[in-house]
């Protein structure tokens, strides 16, 4: 993944948690070995969980925001009371959770009302290549038990938060998905 995170997830990443409200209370989904610490916003606390537990050894090595807690969770059942954050974010989570819309719901569940929700996901891209990720994802499903052709904007709207802003990139293969709940 080096070479991606130079060429363009890094700013991505950057992209994506610039969205998020700063001095908040916020959840990261599927944190994997942390890449993402250190584009928190000024002052963000809270939690970043994993379901694995090998991603959660690595990311603990790694500086993090103070009052950032690890905490081992499925995306599809948090361990967290309603409306206990302000805002929430994965990136590049939902093309492995076997079902993102119990995880679109739990996220709607433990995030307070008006807060924001941020994605950065890779998904069925739109027009010719449709097709293509479709058969795409007929092996990587099988192989690593990851999604190519997700629809995940439909699915999150689906889901009852509200869908502010997609922002297709590269192609269409990745979107920015900003919702508020
Ligand atoms: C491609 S990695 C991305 C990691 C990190 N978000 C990043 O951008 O570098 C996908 C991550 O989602 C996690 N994951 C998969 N299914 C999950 C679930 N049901 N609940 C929580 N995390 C999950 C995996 O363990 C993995 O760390």
Redesign the pocket.
């Known amino acids: 993944m080096r070479p991606l995170e130079r060429w363009f997830l890094a700013r991505w990443r950057a992209d994506t948690l610039g969205h998020l409200p700063v001095d908040s209370r916020i959840l990261e989904?599927?944190?994997?070995?942390g890449?993402?610490f250190r584009f928190y916003p000024h002052g963000a606390h809270g939690v970043a969980?994993?379901?694995?537990c090998e991603?959660l050894k690595i990311a603990s090595d790694k500086a993090k925001p103070d009052g950032l807690e690890l905490v081992q969770?499925?995306?599809?059942l948090l361990p967290f009371k309603d409306a206990s954050f302000e805002a929430a974010f994965?990136?590049?989570?939902f093309c492995?959770?076997?079902s993102p819309a119990t995880?679109f719901a739990e996220l709607r569940r433990v995030v307070t009302p008006g807060g924001t929700i941020v994605f950065l996901e890779h998904v069925r891209p739109p027009g010719i290549l449709g097709p293509v990720f479709d058969l795409l994802s007929f092996f990587t499903t099988r192989v690593f038990a990851d999604h190519f052709n997700r629809r995940t904007a439909d699915c999150v709207r689906a889901s009852g938060l509200k869908v502010l802003k997609v922002d297709q990139r590269f192609l269409g293969i990745f979107n920015l998905i900003v919702c508020s709940v």
Do not use: K, Q
């Open positions: 989904v599927g944190a994997g070995t890449l993402n969980s994993e379901l694995s991603m969770s499925d995306a599809e994965a990136t590049l989570v492995s959770v076997p995880a």
